[in-house]
């Protein structure tokens, strides 16, 4: 399959256990990750270590992170496109990739994550204390 990587994992995934919206679709990949090519890694659990990674807590609460085997860092929607292509959406993988698409879905999802807080009900404006809190 393109894009897995031989070995005991494809791609370790850093997502907010505390958002609901990240957990359901988090919960959806593990079930069809049939394989078990993906870590799951939940960055507001109790004892998460950000040093592991790299990366500070405000940076992985920022948007989405991923860690290939060879340590390399991927963000974004390139994370999604390599969670779908381990379990088996390489069409859906394809579509996002065209030109302008791909730029659109990029925009997209970072105004998501920018407003992700807001939009899953965890703070009522823009000067969420929820937020504030998972930055420190």
Same mark, same amino acid.
């Given at each position: 399959?393109?894009?897995?990587?031989?070995?005991?994992?494809?791609? &370790? #995934? %850093?997502?907010?256990?505390?958002?609901?919206?990240?957990?359901?679709?988090?919960?959806? !990949?593990? =079930?069809?990750?049939?394989?078990?090519?993906?870590?799951?890694?939940?960055?507001?659990?109790?004892?998460?270590?950000?040093?592991?990674?790299?990366?500070?807590?405000?940076?992985?609460?920022?948007?989405?992170?991923?860690?290939?085997?060879?340590?390399?860092?991927?963000?974004?929607? &390139? #994370? %999604?496109?390599?969670?779908?292509?381990?379990?088996?959406?390489?069409?859906?993988?394809? !579509?996002? =990739?065209?030109?302008?698409?791909?730029?659109?879905?990029?925009?997209?999802?970072?105004?998501?994550?920018?407003?992700?807080?807001?939009?899953?009900?965890?703070?009522?404006?823009?000067?969420?204390?929820?937020?504030?809190?998972?930055?420190?």
């Amino acid at each position: 399959m393109a894009g897995v990587i031989a070995g005991d994992f494809a791609i &370790e #995934v %850093f997502f907010d256990g505390d958002c609901p919206l990240c957990v359901r679709e988090m919960a959806m !990949i593990q =079930r069809r990750d049939k394989r078990k090519l993906i870590r799951f890694s939940d960055i507001s659990a109790t004892g998460f270590d950000t040093d592991s990674v790299g990366l500070c807590r405000t940076v992985l609460m920022s948007h989405i992170h991923g860690r290939l085997p060879d340590g390399s860092i991927v963000e974004g929607v &390139e #994370v %999604f496109r390599r969670l779908y292509t381990v379990i088996g959406y390489g069409g859906v993988v394809a !579509i996002s =990739r065209i030109p302008g698409l791909s730029h659109l879905l990029e925009f997209g999802y970072r105004i998501f994550a920018a407003q992700r807080f807001r939009l899953t009900g965890r703070c009522a404006s823009t000067s969420c204390s929820m937020h504030s809190k998972a930055m420190d």
